[in-house]
């Protein structure tokens, strides 16, 4: 039995609405406008086309943008710089640095000296930490696009087995954290997950993604996750977004596990829509803290 897609355009398209309504009482309120401040360095054409979907997603919504594109050749203190005066800058609520920054560039030094306050990726210490003790100020988009996936699907998460493929510190960590917290932005149903992290050092992957309710993969590689490491029945959720000869694929072999899984997004159209969608959520709770 073919899977259920989990279509993300659609649900991306919800949940924008209703940060559309959200921001457009939070203005008529306070008269303050959300504000997102984005900054690229150098001509990478994914980074380009990343920032210009954001902005596009900002102006749907009805929250302000800027746009500061840097050269490559720009030393780190100069970007270093431009940071600290958004952070002084009250009219901007959120800051968004682009990655990759080039090499030259010390991208946690980067990250770091975003304000947490305007720190609308949830990349610093800060905020990580917070989502660690379950009081999370800002949830990382990708991770927080997942939950609202699952969610809007009716998939619980509670007393299920996840395990996440991959460790980064931008969807593999923080999504093991929320999985297994108490409680998530979508009430306990989508938190109090048994969570197993697999990584490049796991011993025998393949057992130990058979044993997923819940299986997320986030490693970056073309269909690494192939229909025998998935139990039969299980939630698949691709993460992966890598481009190939034949276009952009997952790190799902999609047709293949999707004949095996209950339910699987694609790529794409699966997450990547809703990770746009919750940078649009942390900006206007962002600007909300700044109001109260």
């Not at 406008?33 to 749907?60: F, H, I, M, W």
């Not at 710089?81 to 609520?93: A, R």
């Not at 039969?232 to 890598?242: K, Q, S």
Request: with cysteine; glycine share 8%.
């Amino acid at each position: 039995m073919a899977a259920t897609v989990l279509d993300g355009k659609k649900i991306a398209t919800e949940v924008q609405e209703e940060i559309k309504n959200d921001i457009s009482a939070f203005t008529q309120k306070t008269g303050i406008t959300p504000c997102l401040a984005a900054v690229l360095v150098g001509e990478d054409p994914a980074s380009q086309v990343y920032v210009r979907n954001k902005r596009k997603a900002c102006e749907r919504v009805g929250i302000e943008s800027i746009f500061h594109h840097l050269p490559v050749e720009t030393a780190e203190d100069d970007l270093l710089k431009l940071i600290d005066d958004l952070n002084n800058d009250p009219k901007v609520h959120g800051i968004l640095v682009q990655l990759p920054l080039p090499d030259s560039i010390d991208s946690l030094r980067v990250l770091d000296a975003v304000h947490s306050l305007k720190d609308v990726d949830a990349f610093h210490p800060e905020n990580v930490g917070l989502i660690s003790q379950g009081r999370p100020r800002f949830l990382p988009c990708t991770p927080h696009g997942v939950l609202q996936i699952l969610h809007r699907y009716d998939i619980a998460v509670s007393g299920k087995h996840a395990v996440v493929v991959g460790r980064s510190d931008i969807v593999g960590k923080p999504m093991a954290m929320m999985l297994h917290a108490k409680n998530s932005s979508t009430g306990p149903d989508g938190a109090n997950a048994t969570v197993t992290v697999c990584h490049s050092r796991t011993a025998d992957l393949a057992a130990v993604t058979r044993t997923a309710d819940i299986l997320i993969a986030a490693i970056g590689r073309a269909k690494f996750i192939t229909a025998d490491m998935v139990k039969p029945g299980a939630v698949v959720i691709d993460v992966g977004i890598n481009r190939t000869d034949d276009g952009l694929v997952g790190d799902v072999d999609y047709e293949p596990v999707a004949e095996v899984a209950s339910a699987i997004t694609p790529v794409p159209g699966g997450v990547g829509r809703l990770t746009v969608t919750m940078l649009l959520y942390n900006t206007l709770k962002a600007a909300e803290l700044v109001a109260t």
